[in-house]
């Protein structure tokens, strides 16, 4: 059993206390770690106690004999990201440590934090040495969401990990990646044989991809207003399900291979269309410019320029303070061929793949209504991850954790699926114009109908 020592930095904020120390604990209780260590840093003077009773808060059904072994193995250190002194006094302790719980050095550093400070501490972690992979003993980084703010400053970050770290020390995390369905697109498609000849333009018709949150800011107005919605879920979430949705058959399912056909995807989407939004009463938000530009919603149309996906659009739509919460994948399929005079036009199947809520998925058929010579009705096949009981889907960071620990990097982003999709977003703000004020609790903006009959497009609700 693995047995490690967790650095995070940026203890004290809140992504800590909410995911990574709940996956942490996880972890321990559900024995996928053995002997272990946990040092956190940060600015402020605190007490890892203290830290730790926050995060106490997002556990469900705390076991004390588990959180007394937290809590019994976690320190505190106070630290400055620009100060190469703190890395210095760090490696000290992570020494110390390591001798104390027994711990062979496998370290796993977490930059839980903003990505302007990614660069300097990468080069301070390289300068200082402690993060240094010796003999058996690896060094893994966990960079987390956002990488950087936009093309350049992504691949700022990048060339300067490139410079003192190899790429499979490297993990880049989008949390989607580590929910059962997304991490499972792949697993759907290519384990079933009755689906894998149909995903071309042959049969598939359009593919829909939902993102819609019902709620706002909550209190992220500083963040937010610099990113909005494409670049906070559209360049890192909702690219990332249109890979796996679109990638070809990778040699074997598994880290290299899969990045490796996701990489050739995001290279070849072309944006066609968008129409942005942005909720009423959002420059009041706190926080956020009086004058802010920033979309919180946004539809968008792109297409993908190879032969399996010629002429298959690919529609994007996402949102805050929405009249539902949703993220899924829809799969149209295009119609079969009028054979039954009553029920023409004929609808289309539909392949769902639910991320959020109801995780699971659904495809629906169509059947005779019973008792009617030619009516047929649409019968929906349904699989509810979630209803199985005794079957408790971990959480995205658990899981994520977990591969970092196993050194499996196939649900993170490579560099260059990083720079892809930032490419698209600067593909889409090139073409960004107007934005239009939308109704909170509505389904966007009304403009959005002209974007639907342009398209010939109806979103399934
Ligand atoms: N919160 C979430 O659920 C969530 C989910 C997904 C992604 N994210 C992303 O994760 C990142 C971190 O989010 P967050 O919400 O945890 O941010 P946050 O609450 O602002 O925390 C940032 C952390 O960085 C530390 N820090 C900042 N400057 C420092 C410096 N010079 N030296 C040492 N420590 C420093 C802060 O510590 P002190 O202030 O104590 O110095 C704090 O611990 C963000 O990019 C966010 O977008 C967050």
């Known amino acids: 059993m693995p047995e490690i020592t967790f650095i995070i930095l940026g203890v004290t904020g809140d992504l800590a206390k909410r995911k990574i120390i709940p996956a942490i604990y996880k972890l321990i209780e559900e024995n996928k770690i053995e002997k272990f260590a946990l040092v956190g840093a940060a600015r402020r003077e605190l007490e890892m106690k203290e830290i730790l009773k926050e995060a106490r808060e997002f556990i469900k059904d705390v076991k004390e004999n588990i959180w007394q072994r937290l809590e019994n193995n ?273 609808d289309t199947n539909y392949l769902t793949i639910r991320v959020q809520p109801d995780e699971g998925f659904s495809l629906e058929l169509f059947a005779k209504v019973p008792g009617k010579a030619n009516a047929v009705m649409p019968a929906k096949m349904n699989y509810c991850h979630e209803c199985i009981r005794d079957l408790r889907s971990p959480e995205a960071y658990e899981i994520l954790l977990e591969d970092v620990i196993k050194g499996d990097q196939s649900l993170f982003v490579r560099s260059d699926e990083i720079e892809y999709q930032w490419k698209v977003i600067k593909q889409i703000l090139r073409k960004k114009n107007q934005i239009y004020e939308y109704n909170i609790g509505s389904a966007g903006p009304q403009e959005l109908s002209l974007f639907e009959k342009k398209h010939h497009l109806r979103w399934r609700l």
């Open 74 to 346: 976690a320190y505190y250190q106070q630290f400055d990201f620009y100060d190469c002194q703190h890395y210095r006094k760090l490696g000290k302790i992570l020494r110390n440590l390591e001798s104390k719980h027994q711990l062979p050095g496998h370290r796993l550093f977490y930059l839980a934090t903003l990505p302007d400070h990614f660069n300097a501490i990468t080069l301070n972690l390289a300068k200082t040495g402690i993060a240094k992979e010796q003999g058996k003993k690896w060094s893994r980084l966990v960079y987390e969401k956002p990488f950087g703010h936009d093309l350049p400053s992504a691949r700022k970050i990048n060339r300067g990990i490139a410079r003192v770290f190899n790429e499979n020390q490297v993990y880049r995390i989008d949390h989607y990646l580590g929910k059962e369905l997304v991490g499972n697109i792949a697993i759907l498609r290519f384990t079933n044989r009755v689906l894998e000849p149909l995903w071309d333009s042959s049969n598939i018709q359009s593919v829909q991809i939902h993102f819609r949150e019902k709620i706002g800011l909550e209190g992220r107005g500083n963040f937010y207003d610099k990113y909005g919605a494409l670049k906070d879920v559209v360049q890192n979430h909702m690219l990332q399900m249109l890979a796996l949705t679109a990638m070809e058959a990778p040699q074997k399912l598994t880290g290299k291979f899969i990045r490796d056909e996701k990489a050739k995807v995001l290279k070849v989407i072309k944006v066609k269309d968008l129409l942005l939004g942005q909720y009423s009463g959002y420059q009041k938000e706190k926080d956020v410019d009086s004058n802010s530009s920033t979309e919180t919603f946004a539809a968008v149309k792109l297409s993908i320029n190879n032969k399996r996906w010629k002429n298959v659009p690919f529609y994007l739509i996402t949102g805050k303070n929405l009249d539902k919460k949703e993220v899924k994948i829809d799969i149209k399929f295009k119609s079969v061929h009028c054979l039954l005079s009553a029920s023409c036009p004929s």
